[in-house]
Nanobody
Framework: QVQLVESGGGLVQAGGSLRLSCAASGRTFSSYPAGWFRQTPGKEREFVAA????????NYANSVKGRFTISRDNAKNALYLQMNSLKPEDTAVYYCAARNARYYSGTYYRPGEYDYWGQGTQVTVSS
């Protein structure tokens, strides 16, 4: 079983930066592909970025490509999302997730493909 806890959200002006962290419990997290999603009221959860277990493969939604960077530190059981050049449309609750697929070298895009979720952290970007 893996438990995920996000932190680092907050209020930032447009053009600013935030770094989200996701702390994982359970020794197997380091072998799982992981990702970040976001959700606004009344909308479906949206893919943001994903990373393979080994950090060798990353993928991003077109809307964040070039501005956001996903990374992980398997020694610390942690996942990160560096968000730069933030825009008001990035405002959402951000969730980290992991899939129970040990040592899979690829990434996953759909929320239904993930087995473990954090509780979310609010990011608000003011104009």
């Amino acid at each position: 079983q893996v438990q995920l806890v996000e932190s680092g959200g907050g209020l930032v002006q447009a053009g600013g930066s935030l770094r989200l962290s996701c702390a994982a419990s359970g020794r197997t997290f380091s072998s799982y592909p992981a990702g970040w999603f976001r959700q606004t009221p009344g909308k479906e959860r949206e893919f943001v970025a994903a990373i393979s277990w080994s950090d060798g493969t990353t993928n991003y939604a077109n809307s964040v490509k070039g501005r956001f960077t996903i990374s992980r530190d398997n020694a610390k059981n942690a996942l990160y999302l560096q968000m730069n050049s933030l825009k008001p449309e990035d405002t959402a609750v951000y969730y980290c997730a992991a899939r129970n697929a040990r040592y899979y070298s690829g990434t996953y895009y759909r929320p239904g493909e993930y087995d473990y979720w954090g509780q979310g952290t609010q990011v608000t970007v003011s104009s």
